[in-house]
């Protein structure tokens, strides 16, 4: 069986981080945390301690390097076979029912979009998935469905992922012929043929999913996420990002 761990890269996101240690605890054969601030700085808000507080102590490195660079790392010093690259607010969930979604509307051209999610399935397993499909020895990445979430019912979401498409290739084998390109909008990159790695495309109903909450953390944190954000356009002009 392949090992598998999380790669999380972090910066002053407590809020967010304990609940996607508290999810992982149980599925993951390793977890690996990076504190990922501008200039090198560390986290101010607690984010330390709350991994200490899991056993977990963090690497210390710096996002000037960009998103390339950082998740390069994150997937050769996950310490397994395998990592799912993760953000704070993000989750994986081992275990979901299957769901549905019908609408058009799409934040923030609507800023309450209109979108009814409906339960086709109960409990699958999608983490079982996952390991039984990274066992097979070709195989270098799993591609995943992100879904955008206003808050934790997954009863309100951002878009309809079944007509808007937000592929995330996350799950990747480690090898030091992978690796991710750009400092922005990274790109994963094998070494051996200079195109993507040869991935699992995955099933547009039964996942696997990337589950996003920035928006439930976005109303949260009042200025956090929009402080990040334009911490990244000055990362992509190829200025220095401000701690």
Request: glycine residues 6%.
């Amino acid at each position: 069986m392949s090992s598998i761990a999380l790669s999380i890269g972090v910066y002053n996101d407590a809020m967010a981080l304990r609940g996607l240690l508290e999810t992982a605890q149980r599925f993951y054969d390793n977890i690996f945390v990076a504190n990922c601030g501008p200039g090198g700085n560390v986290s101010t808000d607690g984010t330390i301690e709350l991994c200490e507080q899991f056993g977990i102590k963090p690497a210390l490195w710096n996002m000037d390097d960009g998103f390339g660079a950082i998740r390069t790392r994150l997937l050769h010093d996950c310490g397994c076979e395998w990592a799912i690259i993760s953000d704070a607010d993000e989750r994986i969930y081992p275990e979901l029912p299957v769901l549905r979604c019908d609408g058009t509307d799409r934040y923030p051209a609507q800023p309450f979009p209109n979108l009814k999610v409906t339960k086709q399935a109960d409990i699958i397993s999608q983490g079982a998935h996952i390991k039984n499909q990274i066992n097979n020895p070709k195989l270098m990445a799993m591609r995943f469905t992100r879904r955008h979430w206003f808050d934790f019912s997954m009863t309100r979401p951002a878009e309809n992922w079944e007509t808007i498409y937000d592929h995330q290739l996350r799950c990747v084998r480690n090898t030091k012929h992978i690796h991710y390109e750009r400092k922005m909008h990274e790109l994963l990159v094998d070494d051996r043929t200079g195109k993507t790695p040869f991935f699992l495309e995955q099933d547009p109903i039964g996942g696997p999913f990337i589950d996003h909450f920035h928006l439930f953390f976005r109303k949260a944190q009042p200025g956090h996420k929009e402080a990040n954000e334009q911490n990244y356009a000055r990362l992509e002009r190829g200025e220095a990002m401000i701690p």
